[in-house]
């Protein structure tokens, strides 16, 4: 994981406030809010090598109810702390996830149109879209190894298997409920799919291409959210955005701990030993501590922060 003292500040979106948020990396005050963003801002790909963040404008909805869907994708100087340039993803809307492939480029579900598009960095166009067999891919995550893109299609009860290089659906594995965030593993052995309806993990066999397990979460009473693997592949965090809770599970799955957060967490940032959880219900940030898996501390940010990252 990064250490503690090497972050210049920290980049939040605040989705329920409509706003994009620079806070200062030890006392977490909002030092920079930009505004007047096309609604709304959802999720965030924030690349601190290159100095530039991005952040999808998916339209005034939310998934599978989202009738005014947009089609931007808003870039940021995270030095300068500025707004600096808009991607239009037209013809394909709702822009939702955005993932770095091993070739440099942006790959971004655009749910409304059921496809990935495909952005180049250096002119800030889209170049391809990848259909992925569903009517409304939602998250994406892509391998490791770079060899495969693998998105989770909510309401389909479907993975989509996308080979990469090819930018060709291979397939679309099945699971018995419908999902809601996906992880994978260091190795790429295993696709982590979020049941929607239950408090429950698929864990899927990526070279079967089949739910190899389930895995129910401990002191969880309603469906998770978001799956998110440490840096350095040591523990899982696991949002349930309707039982205000986060659960830290270790790789093998056999030990996890519910931790209560504010209401409704979402996405989080590995940081140094700490995990840090968006709550978009009650504008607050939480702090984890991961060794002792406990509650550490909270702030405020915002109306109600989705994701954040550090840089």
């Known amino acids: 994981m990064s250490e503690p003292g090497d ?8 989705k329920m406030g409509g706003k994009v948020l620079f806070l200062n990396p030890a006392t977490y005050e909002t030092e920079v ?9 959802h999720e965030l790909l924030a690349l601190p090598e290159t100095g530039l963040a991005y952040v999808p404008i998916y339209g005034d909805g939310i998934h599978g109810r989202n009738p005014n869907p947009q089609h931007f994708v808003c870039v940021f100087d995270l030095g300068k702390r500025t707004h600096v340039a808009t991607i239009d993803t037209r013809p394909y809307i709702a822009p939702h996830t955005p993932k770095l492939g091993p070739d440099g480029l ?9 496809v990935v598009a495909v952005i180049d960095r250096k002119t800030n166009k ?3 879209a990848i259909d992925t067999g569903s009517t409304n891919g939602h998250r994406l995550i892509v391998s490791p190894d770079g060899s495969r ?11 989509s298997v996308i080979d990469l290089p090819r930018r060709k659906l291979l397939g679309k594995i099945e699971t018995p409920r419908p999902l809601a965030g996906l992880a994978i593993s260091a190795d790429g052995r295993t696709v982590v799919a979020v049941d929607d309806a239950e408090p429950t993990l698929f864990l ?3 070279e079967a291409g089949r739910i190899r397990d389930e895995v129910r979460l401990e002191g969880v009473a309603k469906a998770a959210q978001i799956a998110r693997y440490a840096p350095d592949n040591s523990i899982i965090g696991v949002t349930s955005l309707t039982s205000d809770t986060v659960s830290l599970i270790d790789p093998s799955f056999r030990q996890q701990t519910a931790i209560k957060v504010g209401r409704q967490p979402m996405d989080m940032a590995f940081h140094g030993d700490e995990l840090f959880i968006a709550c978009q ?10 060794p002792n898996k406990r509650h550490k501390r909270s702030f405020a940010a915002g109306v109600g922060c989705e994701t954040l990252a550090f840089f």
């Open 106 to 114: 942006i790959y971004i579900t655009c749910e409304n149109s059921a």
């Open 7 to 14: 972050a210049r500040g920290i980049i939040a979106v605040d």
């Open 126 to 128: 889209v170049v391809e």
């Open 204 to 206: 899927i066999d990526a």
């Open 33 to 41: 809010a930009i505004d007047g963003l096309p609604r709304n801002v």
């Open 149 to 159: 893109l693998y998105t989770e299609n909510e309401e389909d009860t479907t993975v």
């Open 281 to 290: 219900g009650d504008g607050s940030v939480h702090v984890i501590d991961v």
